[in-house]
């Protein structure tokens, strides 16, 4: 018989929840404490067949003006070939749920691999595919678990000679779970903001991001220094079978570039990952085009460069709760052109 409640077993949660392969931090039991920390409202919602739990879904109330709904990031937790007997009841208890809050919807986005079946069954259990992504839907994986010569060949001519270029300059690498050194991380990510001209999270959000999931031992500041001098960052989980490159900085100026320490910080993280035993380290998203022009393409370049593959997700899904939906989906469709003003319209609020 399956069913579905609540969870109040941390063990037993992350048991499940980190045993997806590639796995996501996004559905540990300390991502959803760090949500709490935000002040937003959280579910952990199991599944359970002859009352053993067998997924789990950690779901949050998004709070907007427009389009308030609950959010199943990078989740539910189920495995591939038991969507078709477990969803169904899932769905049930999240439509319910969203009726209960009064939320116009909810979003789920499972690591499936993207194919025409699993499109078909999602689609045929009543959800909608969402016309936008919420986390990145092409993912650029590394499989760590060959030797390192075998790593280091299969990289990229340049990324190699970058590594060892950074080696013989004196560049060293560390990870840390000590806010020291997250703020490191805080100073550079500000100036790497301001010069690639991008929007952050207010700054708090990734303190508390750090300070939360350090407490789970699953998250640690990455710091590559030369001469006492901090020239990048990164913030790196690690989770069940997989290390994920969530956030990274550095200083950027003709004298800093020379010295390549961000490919050296990020090799350290790669060879931390595969003495953990685990199985994957996770770029995040790239672009799928090598056009110079993208938005993405120095980091879709620079991730690629370290070897790996493309894991395509299947696009997030959409459970409707409420009229207005489909004037959300409509804006959703449309974002690209009406969406350049509104981040040009923040912008401006924010000087």
């Known amino acids: 018989m399956i069913k579905i409640e609540l969870v109040e077993d941390k063990k037993a949660w992350d048991n499940i929840a980190s045993s997806s392969s590639p796995s996501t931090v996004l559905q540990s039991w300390d991502w959803g404490d760090f949500q709490v920390s935000l002040g937003r409202k959280i579910w952990r919602i199991g599944v359970y067949d002859d009352d053993v739990l067998v997924g789990v879904a950690l779901a949050q109330l998004i709070p907007t003006k427009l389009r308030t709904h609950i959010y199943v990031s990078n989740g539910p937790v189920i495995r591939r070939e038991k969507v078709k007997e477990y969803m169904p009841k899932l769905i049930g208890y999240l439509k319910a749920l969203a009726i209960q809050e009064k939320v116009h919807f909810v979003r789920i986005d499972p690591l499936y691999k993207d194919d025409e079946l699993i499109n078909k069954e ?18 650029w994986l590394l499989d760590v678990t060959e030797e390192e010569e075998s790593l280091l060949r299969n990289m990229r001519k340049s990324t190699r000679y970058e590594i060892k270029k950074a080696e013989r300059e004196g560049v060293t690498v560390y990870s840390s779970d000590k806010i020291e050194d997250y703020k490191q991380f805080e100073k550079l990510f500000l100036i790497t903001a301001k ?145 350049i003003w509104y981040y040009k319209l923040l912008k401006l609020l924010k000087r």
Not at 122 to 139: A, C, I, P, V, Y
Not at 262 to 272: F, N, R
Request: a positive charge; charged letters at 20%; hydrophobic letters at 35%.
């Open 122 to 139: 999602l689609s045929d259990m009543g959800m909608k595919r969402s016309q936008t992504f919420t986390q990145s839907e092409n993912k």
């Open 195 to 339: 010069r690639q001209n991008f929007i952050p999270h207010p700054i708090t959000y990734y303190e508390k991001q750090f300070t939360t999931l350090t407490k789970g031992g699953i998250y640690k500041a990455y710091c590559a220094v030369r001469n006492g001098e901090v020239l990048a960052t990164a913030l790196i989980s690690f989770y069940g079978d997989t290390a994920s490159y969530l956030h990274a900085s550095s200083l950027s100026n003709p004298e800093v570039n020379k010295y390549m320490a961000p490919p050296a910080l990020v090799w350290q993280a790669i060879k931390d990952t595969k003495a953990k035993g685990m199985k994957y380290f996770d770029f995040w998203g790239i672009a799928l085009t090598d056009d110079p022009k993208h938005p993405w393409a120095g980091f879709t370049r620079f991730k690629k460069g370290f070897g790996g593959f493309l894991f395509k997700v299947v696009r997030s899904y959409d459970i409707p709760t409420s009229p207005r939906y489909p004037l959300i989906a409509l804006m959703d469709a449309t974002r690209e052109s009406w969406g």
